[in-house]
């Protein structure tokens, strides 16, 4: 059947829909490992890989084998223009491009290389090393191709700032906190430890002019207020002078305590696994910092670390790669949603084994979390396997669901986990990810800060995810979830849309919106879920699929559009059905088009990237996306037509 049809639900109709649930069913079980959990690759892009080369040269633990094996995987993923872009079918990146470059010159690439020599021809003609982001020149400066004198300063006095103080450390996010912390270290110390070559063929070159067809880097949008960045260009001047004055009296031992105490605070926060957040930038600039205080590599805090990196490592006949993140909790709670809607009994060993491995994930200690809220028990969940002290929002909700839909022995679990989430509504009504109130608007204004988001205010998708999970919770407070709804409401956008802060984009942002509004209880016919419908109406493409590029993010012309990807449509079909907008054309559509690209093993194809770590800097293929999402759409779809209310 044509996936432009009118979808006709005779049973007959219905039995390829049941034929590929029953498949993706198979594929989701036996992707479960034997501990009970699932975890797909987080694929992201190849500066993480160039990193890993630098950190090691910088190191002195760079190996001949190990860099040849990165080096395959990053020139897999050069362009034929000779430019890396940040995702599938994104723009040229110039400090990916940039650090991908230098990172293949290690491995021993030769600048006269017909590869080489078109990434340096591009880079020179669209800003050169002067035109990258900080986090790149910090880099090239650590490898002393950058001069520590051209950086914003981030003075290592920051750590005695209070936490009622503007711009102290827990004014970031918890992601840039622990990456700012470590930073301060290695930005005192400069280091310097230079590469065996130069990079001077990647200076700008005025007189360059691009090539015909040369792809141009996209410009990200600034919102910066020129006044506060002034005073912040101000302050960043009296700080050099602060650094470079002959005499300023008890400098040097204010210093060296600061140094001190962000070196015990990093400390203190390495997990089980010996990293840092679960997440590659604090791992790697906790190790650089902890190393220029004296840590030898041999260490006890440094060997932990350095072997858990090695978690993060994946290898296969495409080369070495490195996921900046891992996800077991988060797809291990989408996986038992998946299979609870598509049938899959509560009691199915891989349920039971699931939620077992899931109890034993939550977090009872006290993380920076606590700082905003000193007396609130902990409880919840991280989306790592070691994250005891980042418990985050939207995970805590998703396996509270989870649990929920799998049975046994879980009321303490979930009522300390809601109770933990109730604690951290922020003063609006909405939820951040890791922290309360985490909103400040000076912090994102700071001459350092010109890559991705350093705050955590609160996102409509994850607010979303716990409206969804309190509504279905006995004793939650009235006022609690009217406050979330009403937030909720209020970020609506005009085109009927919400915004996603952690998928891509309105379509992630509505696809969890429209849920949770009914489920709290607003009815299917409320203006806010008919303009919701309208726009994803709207947006169904000819395919009958969703798709959202990631341009969205900064053109407002692309939200909702893009090619047509599984886990986008399930998001919007999502949508729809708790929309009751079962019986429509667009919904039968959407369900054929998963039917018509499901492929022979079960699961979907998606190179996509529509996850989001920092909107349009940074973003994720998550690679089970692509099979829970359409396969708990089909699910819940074939429970509606068939009046199957599951076990």
């Given at each position: 059947?044509?996936?432009?049809?009118?979808?006709?639900?005779?049973?007959?109709?219905?039995?390829?829909?049941?034929?590929?649930?029953?498949?993706?069913?198979?594929?989701?079980?036996?992707?479960?490992?034997?501990?009970?959990?699932?975890?797909?690759?987080?694929?992201?892009?190849?500066?993480?890989?160039?990193?890993?080369?630098?950190?090691?040269?910088?190191?002195?633990?760079?190996?001949?084998?190990?860099?040849?094996?990165?080096?395959?995987?990053?020139?897999?993923?050069?362009?034929?223009?000779?430019?890396?872009?940040?995702?599938?079918?994104?723009?040229?990146?110039?400090?990916?491009?940039?650090?991908?470059?230098?990172?293949?010159?290690?491995?021993?690439?030769?600048?006269?290389?017909?590869?080489?020599?078109?990434?340096?021809?591009?880079?020179?003609?669209?800003?050169?090393?002067?035109?990258?982001?900080?986090?790149?020149?910090?880099?090239?400066?650590?490898?002393?191709?950058?001069?520590?004198?051209?950086?914003?300063?981030?003075?290592?006095?920051?750590?005695?700032?209070?936490?009622?103080?503007?711009?102290?450390?827990?004014?970031?996010?918890?992601?840039?906190?622990?990456?700012?912390?470590?930073?301060?270290?290695?930005?005192?110390?400069?280091?310097?430890?230079?590469?065996?070559?130069?990079?001077?063929?990647?200076?700008?070159?005025?007189?360059?002019?691009?090539?015909?067809?040369?792809?141009?880097?996209?410009?990200?949008?600034?919102?910066?207020?020129?006044?506060?960045?002034?005073?912040?260009?101000?302050?960043?001047?009296?700080?050099?002078?602060?650094?470079?004055?002959?005499?300023?009296?008890?400098?040097?031992?204010?210093?060296?305590?600061?140094?001190?105490?962000?070196?015990?605070?990093?400390?203190?926060?390495?997990?089980?696994?010996?990293?840092?957040?679960?997440?590659?930038?604090?791992?790697?600039?906790?190790?650089?910092?902890?190393?220029?205080?004296?840590?030898?590599?041999?260490?006890?805090?440094?060997?932990?670390?350095?072997?858990?990196?090695?978690?993060?490592?994946?290898?296969?006949?495409?080369?070495?790669?490195?996921?900046?993140?891992?996800?077991?909790?988060?797809?291990?709670?989408?996986?038992?949603?998946?299979?609870?809607?598509?049938?899959?009994?509560?009691?199915?060993?891989?349920?039971?084994?699931?939620?077992?491995?899931?109890?034993?994930?939550?977090?009872?200690?006290?993380?920076?979390?606590?700082?905003?809220?000193?007396?609130?028990?902990?409880?919840?969940?991280?989306?790592?396997?070691?994250?005891?002290?980042?418990?985050?929002?939207?995970?805590?909700?998703?396996?509270?669901?989870?649990?929920?839909?799998?049975?046994?022995?879980?009321?303490?679990?979930?009522?300390?986990?809601?109770?933990?989430?109730?604690?951290?509504?922020?003063?609006?009504?909405?939820?951040?990810?890791?922290?309360?109130?985490?909103?400040?608007?000076?912090?994102?204004?700071?001459?350092?800060?010109?890559?991705?988001?350093?705050?955590?205010?609160?996102?409509?998708?994850?607010?979303?995810?716990?409206?969804?999970?309190?509504?279905?919770?006995?004793?939650?407070?009235?006022?609690?979830?009217?406050?979330?709804?009403?937030?909720?409401?209020?970020?609506?956008?005009?085109?009927?849309?919400?915004?996603?802060?952690?998928?891509?984009?309105?379509?992630?942002?509505?696809?969890?919106?429209?849920?949770?509004l009914v489920a709290a209880g607003v009815a299917p016919g409320d203006p806010r879920i008919r303009r919701a419908v309208e726009w994803l109406l709207d947006r169904q493409n000819a395919d009958g699929g969703w798709g959202e590029d990631l341009r969205s993010y900064v053109d407002r012309s692309w939200r909702g559009r893009g090619a047509s990807t599984a886990s986008q449509t399930g998001w919007a079909l999502l949508a729809l059905l708790a929309a009751g907008e079962v019986d429509h054309p667009a919904t039968g559509r959407g369900i054929q088009y998963l039917v018509d690209t499901i492929d022979p093993s079960g699961t979907w194809d998606e190179p996509w990237f529509?996850?989001?770590?920092?909107?349009?800097?940074?973003?994720?293929?998550?690679?089970?996306?692509?099979?829970?999402?359409?396969?708990?759409?089909?699910?819940?779809?074939?429970?509606?037509?068939?009046?199957?209310?599951?076990?």
């Amino acid at each position: 059947m044509s996936a432009l049809a009118d979808f006709d639900t005779t049973a007959a109709e219905l039995a390829p829909v049941e034929a590929a649930r029953d498949r993706a069913v198979t594929w989701l079980l036996d992707a479960q490992d034997k501990g009970g959990w699932w975890k797909g690759e987080l694929e992201t892009n190849v500066t993480i890989d160039a990193e890993d080369l630098l950190l090691r040269h910088f190191l002195g633990i760079l190996t001949p084998d190990l860099a040849a094996r990165s080096a395959q995987w990053i020139r897999a993923n050069q362009r034929a223009d000779g430019t890396w872009g940040g995702f599938y079918g994104a723009p040229a990146d110039l400090s990916g491009t940039v650090e991908a470059y230098t990172a293949l010159r290690l491995a021993g690439d030769e600048p006269d290389e017909p590869h080489m020599a078109a990434a340096a021809r591009w880079v020179r003609s669209h800003g050169g090393i002067e035109g990258t982001r900080v986090f790149t020149r910090i880099w090239l400066a650590m490898v002393g191709r950058w001069s520590w004198d051209d950086l914003p300063i981030l003075p290592a006095e920051i750590i005695y700032l209070p936490s009622w103080a503007p711009c102290n450390i827990y004014d970031w996010g918890c992601w840039a906190r622990q990456t700012i912390v470590a930073l301060t270290i290695i930005m005192a110390r400069r280091p310097s430890r230079p590469l065996p070559f130069t990079v001077d063929e990647l200076r700008a070159d005025p007189d360059a002019e691009p090539a015909p067809g040369d792809p141009e880097p996209w410009p990200k949008p600034q919102s910066f207020d020129p006044v506060v960045r002034e005073v912040f260009e101000v302050v960043d001047r009296l700080l050099r002078r602060y650094q470079t004055a002959r005499f300023v009296p008890g400098r040097s031992i204010l210093r060296r305590d600061a140094l001190r105490r962000a070196e015990q605070w990093i400390i203190s926060r390495q997990e089980a696994d010996g990293c840092w957040g679960g997440i590659q930038p604090p791992i790697v600039y906790s190790v650089i910092a902890l190393h220029l205080q004296g840590y030898a590599l041999d260490h006890p805090v440094l060997a932990a670390a350095l072997r858990g990196i090695e978690g993060f490592v994946l290898e296969d006949e495409t080369g070495r790669r490195i996921e900046a993140c891992q996800s077991p909790v988060w797809d291990t709670a989408l996986a038992v949603i998946a299979l609870r809607d598509a049938g899959v009994p509560a009691d199915h060993p891989a349920v039971t084994a699931a939620r077992d491995w899931l109890l034993e994930e939550e977090i009872t200690v006290s993380g920076d979390w606590n700082v905003r809220r000193p007396n609130l028990a902990p409880g919840g969940w991280a989306f790592e396997f070691e994250n005891d002290l980042y418990p985050d929002i939207d995970d805590t909700a998703e396996v509270i669901l989870a649990l929920r839909q799998a049975g046994g022995e879980i009321e303490a679990a979930c009522r300390r986990g809601v109770a933990w989430t109730i604690g951290m509504q922020s003063r609006g009504g909405g939820w951040g990810a890791f922290d309360v109130d985490n909103d400040s608007e000076l912090i994102p204004q700071i001459p350092f800060c010109d890559f991705g988001e350093v705050t955590d205010p609160p996102s409509a998708d994850v607010t979303a995810h716990v409206v969804e999970m309190l509504a279905a919770e006995p004793g939650v407070p009235a006022s609690v979830l009217s406050r979330a709804v009403t937030w909720l409401s209020d970020q609506q956008e005009d085109d009927g849309s919400w915004f996603g802060r952690w998928g891509v984009n309105y379509v992630y942002g509505t696809g969890a919106a429209v849920p949770a509004l009914v489920a709290a209880g607003v009815a299917p016919g409320d203006p806010r879920i008919r303009r919701a419908v309208e726009w994803l109406l709207d947006r169904q493409n000819a395919d009958g699929g969703w798709g959202e590029d990631l341009r969205s993010y900064v053109d407002r012309s692309w939200r909702g559009r893009g090619a047509s990807t599984a886990s986008q449509t399930g998001w919007a079909l999502l949508a729809l059905l708790a929309a009751g907008e079962v019986d429509h054309p667009a919904t039968g559509r959407g369900i054929q088009y998963l039917v018509d690209t499901i492929d022979p093993s079960g699961t979907w194809d998606e190179p996509w990237f529509t996850g989001t770590g920092f909107p349009w800097d940074f973003t994720l293929n998550y690679h089970l996306y692509r099979h829970v999402f359409p396969l708990t759409a089909i699910g819940r779809y074939l429970r509606l037509r068939t009046g199957d209310t599951g076990s």
